[in-house]
């Protein structure tokens, strides 16, 4: 099987603008209230939640209550969950490596005021002409 990759630039109209800020925003959110109901689970139980299959389990009870979530891709959602899960590797990782007398900075994972990007896993588009692409976004987007 051959791989291909293909760069575009993309236009997008004013509110595709708004539907991607949106999910940037929904991203973030997301990524947040996991973080914090990660820190309760240790404070109040003793639990461990950083893994990402327990993280993926929460998305359905955060999506619960906060239906702007359902405007994102089940699973950009669960890469943030994913996200969250190797920050907490990392941070173990790092917390040994400190242990064993390395001089490295250790830090734990930290809420974020913004993301830079999301990841779409099974990115789809479609080419409508020369100068349109739908990508799976449901966005038509001008090249």
Not at 28 to 55: H, I, P, R, T
Not at 61 to 82: G, I
Not at 109 to 126: A, E, L, N, V
């Amino acid at each position: 099987m051959k791989l291909q990759s293909c760069k575009y630039r993309l236009y997008p109209s004013k509110v595709q603008q708004m539907r991607i800020s949106a999910q940037f925003d929904g991203c973030c959110e997301l990524y947040n209230v996991l973080l914090q109901k990660c820190k309760d689970a240790y404070k109040k139980e003793g639990v461990s939640l950083n893994s990402k299959s327990k993280l993926c389990e929460l998305i359905r009870r955060v999506k619960a209550d906060n239906p702007e979530l359902n405007q994102v891709y089940s699973q950009v959602l669960q890469n943030c969950a994913d996200r969250l899960s190797k920050a907490y590797a990392n941070f173990f990782r790092r917390t040994e490596q400190k242990r064993a007398g390395k001089k490295i900075r250790v830090g734990f994972p930290r809420h974020k005021k913004h993301f830079h990007s999301i990841t779409y896993p099974q990115f789809g588009f479609k080419l409508l002409s020369q100068r349109r692409i739908r990508v799976s976004l449901r966005l038509e987007v001008f090249r």
